[in-house]
């Protein structure tokens, strides 16, 4: 029974290390939105209808956000068309893709850099996201259960993917192994 634990070491670290760090950060968030109670919008989803408001604006984009109950409305030309709830944050995109880095950590400061860009790059593109998923949706109406459900995930995993994919290639503690 030992050999087996010894055999596979490496794979047992990865999952106790991946399944730990997912938990404790899941925790960490599921707290962080306890604080806001049933009735309030908390801050990170806030500050995604702002910043997709905001970027679309500078591109010259006519897109709105408003606060609405639990959700903002995402308006396209003043139509509404989408909403952005808790989901749409890209929050638990970065707790899987910091779960997996810190499963095949490196050196510290390399982990906590890449983490951190890492987490900044998946959050920026989320607000591009659905910056185009509006815009698609306004001029594809009939095609919003394809590309909200099957194309943008596919996107955002894929992207989650190729970050991890130069992690474990360039950076993590298992490139000379």
């Not at 087996?4 to 938990?23: A, T, V, W």
């Not at 880095?101 to 987490?119: D, E, M």
């Not at 959050?123 to 099957?150: D, K, M, S």
Request: charged share 10%.
């Amino acid at each position: 029974m030992i050999t087996y634990f010894q055999q596979y070491k490496p794979f047992l670290l990865f999952l106790g290390k991946f399944f730990l760090s997912y938990l404790v950060l899941t925790v960490l968030y599921q707290s962080y939105l306890a604080t806001f109670g049933d009735d309030v919008v908390d801050g990170i989803t806030s500050n995604v209808a702002f910043l997709t408001q905001k970027i679309a604006n500078l591109f010259k984009i006519d897109i709105s956000t408003q606060l609405d109950v639990l959700q903002f409305q995402i308006r396209y030309h003043g139509k509404y068309l989408a909403r952005i709830i808790e989901g749409c944050n890209a929050i638990s995109v970065i707790i899987l893709f910091i779960a997996f880095i810190v499963a095949f950590s490196g050196k510290l400061k390399v982990t906590l850099l890449y983490i951190f860009v890492g987490s900044v790059m998946i959050y920026i593109f989320n607000i591009f996201r659905i910056i185009f998923l509006t815009i698609l949706v306004y001029h594809f109406p009939h095609q919003e259960h394809l590309l909200h459900g099957v194309l943008f995930p596919l996107i955002i995993y894929g992207i989650v993917f190729l970050l991890w994919f130069i992690w474990v290639n360039k950076f993590s503690g298992y490139v000379s192994k």
